[in-house]
């Protein structure tokens, strides 16, 4: 047996599904970004240790 859901809650769950549906790609966006942006950027000059003479 299924449970009977008024009409009126139709919309209402289809737009919280598109918005969980946004939420879950905009977070799989960022993550992508910073993991880019993690392993593509340079060590600034200064941070990384000379060789000894």
Not at 5 to 33: C, D, K, N, Q
Request: proline share 9%; aromatic share 14%.
């Amino acid at each position: 047996m299924g449970s009977v859901v008024p009409l009126g809650w139709l919309p209402v769950h289809w737009f919280f599904t598109g918005l969980l549906i946004a939420a879950s790609g905009g977070t799989v966006a960022y993550t992508g970004y910073l993991l880019r942006r993690l392993f593509t950027t340079e060590p600034t000059p200064g941070s990384v240790a000379e060789p000894a003479s």
